[in-house]
């Protein structure tokens, strides 16, 4: 069956958040994730920000998964797999206070949230822009950003390189 969603299918069963303790257990895991709202993690974000209607198609989803596994009885296994390196210790001391896309499918790291008073902010950096480049680093992917963000150090400062729409321009940062 077809899903209606954008999925972004990764080879890990770990990351941040819930589901790697079940992992770490040897219970199988499937996560899904959809997205953020600029109230999430906060005490703002209450009931009201329930997507009601979206939250029943992920379930009705994932349980037409489930009914599919069961019908050909298959039994959902846990399977070992490698694991991200988000979910052990931080790789950077520095950070831009953006949320990145992960449903993101191009090239470089698409911003879903910017957090006030952080360096993306200052900087002007909004939703839907889009990094390709930070300072003498490439950024292509979420792992490859990470890895520039990890050559960086508090007090430091560089150029960041995004993609807004149809333009790319350059903004300093200060870490």
Request: aromatic share 10%; proline share 5%; net charge positive.
């Amino acid at each position: 069956k077809k899903s209606p969603f954008v999925i972004k299918i990764d080879s890990s069963g770990t990351g941040p958040s819930d589901h790697t303790s079940f992992y770490r257990k040897g219970i199988p895991v499937l996560f899904f994730f959809t997205g953020l709202h600029a109230d999430y993690h906060k005490p703002s974000d209450d009931f009201d920000k329930i997507n009601y209607s979206g939250e029943l198609a992920v379930i009705n989803y994932i349980y037409s998964l489930i009914e599919k596994e069961n019908k050909e009885n298959h039994k959902l296994a846990f399977m070992k797999t490698r694991e991200t390196q988000t979910s052990g210790p931080s790789r950077f001391n520095v950070t831009l206070g953006i949320m990145p896309d992960y449903t993101f499918g191009g090239t470089g790291v698409r911003i879903d949230g910017v957090s006030d008073g952080r360096p993306a902010q200052k900087a002007g950096l909004q939703t839907g822009d889009v990094i390709v480049q930070l300072g003498d680093y490439g950024v292509t992917s979420l792992d490859n950003y990470m890895e520039a963000l990890g050559k960086f150090k508090k007090g430091d400062a560089t150029i960041v390189k995004v993609k807004r729409g149809n333009d790319t321009i350059e903004k300093p940062i200060q870490f």
